[in-house]
Structures are given as C-alpha cells and as structure tokens.
C-alpha cells in the first residue's frame, strides 16, 4: 500500500485504498515467496502467520486464510485498514529488495477478513466449556474487545462496561471517516460478539457508574482497557475562543454524521496521525486552506512518512518548527494563531524568537490525549499511563491493564490488540489458580 497508489481521499467517505476483488488477490498472492523465516511476521505485532494466509488465498481458500489472520488478531479487519504495513509488515518483506515493491499484506488480509465477515455463516470459533469464572472488562475499544474474546474462547463469562453509546473505542469514534468506511467498525464488534459468553454494558464509566472495588469484588478478574480518552489542553491563551477545538471531537462528530461544511482557513496543531485525520477531512468538508503546523521536525512527526505524504497530496499544507504561543481573536471568535519559529540546540527544541502568525477561522489542536482520572484507586500511574508488569498485572491482585492506559510497545491499534489477548494468558492463569 503506497501512497503513490491514490491520490488521497476526494470526499469524506471514499474508500482510502478501495479492496481488492478476487482476480486481483490472487494475482498478489501468487508474488508471496512463503519465505521459511518471513520476516513479514516478526514484524507484525501479533505475530500473524502471514505467508500462512497468503497461501490459502492463493489455494482459492479465503475462509482459511480468514480464520488464520483472526486466530492471531481478531481485529484483523481493522488493522487491514489502519495498520502502518509500512513500517511494519509490509517494510520487511523481501520483496522490497529486487522489485522494490512489497507484497501487499494488508490489502490481502483486508480481503480475506472482508470476506468473512460478509459471509454471514456460522463463526469460525467456539468457546470452551463455561469454566464458571466471570471477568469485567473496562472499555469496549481494540483491547477490551480482544481480551474479551479470548477470553470468551477459553469459556469464561465476560461483561464489558464501555462508557460510550456505541463499542469500538478509537475504531467507532477516532479514525478518520475514510479510513474505516461505512459501518465496518460495528460489523466487527457484532462479529466478535457472535462468539457468545459476552454482554456489552454502555454508559458505564469508571469512577461514575461503576467503581473498581465493586469490580473486583463481584468478578473474578478485572481488565482495563479505559485508553487515553483525555485530550490534552493547549493551555494557552485564547484556546476558549469560539473556533478553538479538540481535533478528536471533531473527528468524532464527523465519523457520528455531523457533515457541518468547514468553510475558509483551518490550522491543525499536532504531528501525529490524529492531526493528519482532521486535516484532511477539514479538506474533505470544503475548507480552503488547511495547514498542519507542528513544534518539532518533519522527521519527529508522530506521522509516518506516509500519511505525511497523504495529507501532502490531499492539499494540506505541513509547517514544521512552529510552536504556539496563543490564539488570537475578534468579537469571541479566533482569527489566528501566533506561533514561535523554534530549533534544535543541542538536541533541545527552543524558540528563535521569531514569531509567525496564521489566520485561522477554525483550529484544531491535535497534542495527544491523556489518562482520565477515574476511579484508579490503588493503582500506580507512571509517565501517564497504568503501570503493569509484563504479565500485564497492575498494582491491584486480579486488576489487569492493556491498550493505550499502559505503555506495552507501539502506540497502534495492533499493539492494543495485541495487548488484550496476551493479558489473557495471565488473567486465565489467574482465576484458574
Ligand atoms: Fe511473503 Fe514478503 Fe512475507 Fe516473504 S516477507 S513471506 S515474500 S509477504
């Protein structure tokens, strides 16, 4: 998948890299060299047995290939889709040296998954004999949702408790539109649901309507999977000004159907992947002129080369070295950014003192997201996040943590994943004992 492939997203809901149809797949498959040490799979987060699932698509047996991806990640469908293959899986295949030109990992597990998931027969796996344990749950995001699977499969009885109206976590509410197109984040959660010996709770959140003494006292175990649901204040002056909003609200309004038009000039504050998201469907929605403004290099952008490269050919605008000072505005509305041209001394960023202003009607800061503080009582926070051990365990006896609250490896939604099902091997050892 190259950004070289397309030229960005034209409107809010096309597809970013349409499927691929069945001639296609096999022609893609047939390039695979079922390599005996694939370096493809160490590089996958969780360890998908990638030349594994290529050769059944290529043996024309695509529920195969569909079972072995979703055997290693359940969200295998959406990781086809947000996944940087480009620096993970699809960087290291062997292909890249000679042809220059990896196979494309993702768009094949993309149609294998697809293809499951719209067969509608009977689910590819069934769940243990009911052990009698019950587990709680916290959080119906990529974690949660693996760990409760998993879970599920071993026989224990599992609730979620997820403070949104709908399950997903970043997947329903924080990923561009047209990168998880139509309803596919809910097509997901219902298949994995399908499994059974799951009840999802909605509008249950930690430290309001349910409480983690109550949790590990009527459960077995406890996971949390309550993510950075935070975003992290500007703090500067002006950031109340009308216009002056969180970058992940107003993905979530899009991606819920508010399509409001963004008319003239908007500034992104961020480098990381959420502010390529909004940049580019403020685009999308009619904007004139969008400009991505980060405090650091391009090279330190919590985007990869490739969604820079994407938002590039999408018509925004990327400055670099720009920090903000404040927000400027007229009758309670902003009207501008002033920023600090900044640079590397000694490997410290600093301010040159030179000030640049940017006329904005519309601002979205993009400058990470933070633990909430919830009901975490008895629990070690550490930079930020839930501290575990590398069983996953917190501080608290049965009280255990993965996705984006704890710092497990790479901030993605295959580490999250990744996360939930390998917390399981602890939390069954656990309850077991
Ligand atoms: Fe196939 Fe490339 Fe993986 Fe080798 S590295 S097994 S060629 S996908």
Not at 238 to 258: C, H, M, P, T, Y
Not at 348 to 376: F, I, N, S, Y
Request: aromatic share 4%; with cysteine; net charge neutral.
């Amino acid at each position: 998948m190259t950004a070289a492939a397309h030229s960005g997203p034209q409107g809010l809901d096309d597809d970013l890299v349409p499927p691929l149809n069945a001639l296609q797949a096999m022609a893609e498959s047939s390039r695979c060299l079922y390599c005996y040490e694939p370096a493809c799979v160490s590089a996958c987060p969780t360890g998908i047995d990638i030349p594994g699932f290529i050769h059944r698509i290529a043996d024309g047996n695509v529920v195969g290939a569909a079972k072995t991806i979703l055997s290693a990640n359940i969200m295998g469908g959406t990781c086809s889709r947000v996944c940087p293959t480009e620096v993970l899986c699809e960087q290291a295949c062997v292909r890249n040296s000679g042809e220059q030109h990896p196979v494309a990992i993702g768009r094949l597990q993309r149609f294998a998954t697809d293809r499951m998931l719209a067969n509608g027969g009977s689910h590819p796996f069934a769940r243990a004999a009911d052990s009698g344990k019950r587990v709680a749950v916290v959080g119906a995001g990529p974690a949660g949702l693996s760990c409760a699977h998993r879970l599920s499969l071993l026989g224990h009885r599992v609730d979620i408790f997820e403070a949104k109206p709908k399950p997903g976590g970043l997947n329903e509410y924080g990923l561009a539109a047209y990168k998880m197109t139509g309803d596919f984040a809910q097509r997901e959660v219902a298949f994995i649901l399908a499994l059974g010996g799951i009840v999802l709770h909605h509008g249950k959140r930690l430290g309001e309507t349910i409480h983690l003494d109550a949790l590990s006292r009527d459960y077995d175990a406890v996971f949390l999977a309550v993510g950075l649901s935070l975003p992290r204040a500007v703090g500067l002056e002006g950031d109340d000004l009308e216009g002056v909003i969180e970058a992940l609200s107003f993905i979530e309004k899009v991606r819920q159907g508010n399509r409001a038009t963004v008319g003239g000039r908007v500034v992104v504050i961020g480098g990381g992947n959420t502010a390529v998201d909004a940049a580019i469907q403020a685009h999308c929605l009619g904007a004139g002129e969008v400009v991505m403004a980060y405090r650091r290099g391009i090279a330190q952008m919590g985007a990869t080369a490739w969604e820079q490269q994407l938002a590039r050919i999408s018509g925004v605008a990327i400055k670099p070295w720009l920090a903000p000072k404040r927000f400027r505005g007229s009758g309670g509305k902003v009207t501008s950014v002033l920023f600090e041209r900044t640079q590397l001394v000694d490997g410290h960023l600093t301010g040159t003192g030179v000030d640049v202003e940017l006329p904005a009607d519309l601002v979205l800061t993009a400058v990470g997201q933070e633990l909430r503080d919830e009901d975490l009582a008895g629990l070690a926070v550490q930079a930020g996040r839930v501290r575990i051990d590398a069983d996953y365990r917190t501080e608290r006896t049965g009280v255990f943590a993965g996705g984006d609250c704890v710092k497990s490896g790479l901030d993605l939604t295959v580490q999250a994943v990744e996360d939930g099902k390998r917390a399981v091997l602890a939390i069954d050892r656990f309850i077991r004992e």
